[in-house]
């Protein structure tokens, strides 16, 4: 490492590589979701131009970035599914059918068993 002896300077410099990109997922939720694919587009460039920094020997700085953004991506990911989930919920709320993927899980044990308004019939 390029720090040597200075401990709290390595902290600092990682610190302040965390808090560049770093998106929080209550943020994300407040988005739209073209608001979304527009910021996984620019985080999946930033992720290639910082993979191509990583092979010509870029600085440490970039390479600790590389995670971050990693992260990011995912982040982003996961509230964007879910939001389309929670939209094909409300889509198939009230009706008679509904997608295997939106059912509640349970068991299967669960699932099979009489309805309450079954067993009292």
């Keep these: ?68 953004v990693r992260k990011s991506i995912a982040r982003i990911l996961t509230v964007y599914n879910q939001k389309q989930k929670a939209e094909a919920r409300k889509q198939y709320k009230g009706k008679k059918h509904m997608p295997l993927d939106l059912r509640p899980k349970k068991t299967r044990k669960i699932r099979r068993a009489l309805k309450t308004e079954q067993k009292y019939a």
């Design 1 to 68: 490492s390029s720090f040597g002896s200075r401990p709290e300077a390595a902290i600092s410099f990682f610190v302040s590589i965390c808090d560049m990109v770093r998106v929080k997922a209550y943020e994300l939720r407040s988005k739209t979701s073209k608001e979304l694919l527009k910021e996984l587009d620019d985080l999946k460039s930033e992720l290639a131009q910082l993979r191509v920094a990583k092979v010509s020997g870029g600085a440490a700085s970039k390479l600790a970035k590389i995670k971050i």
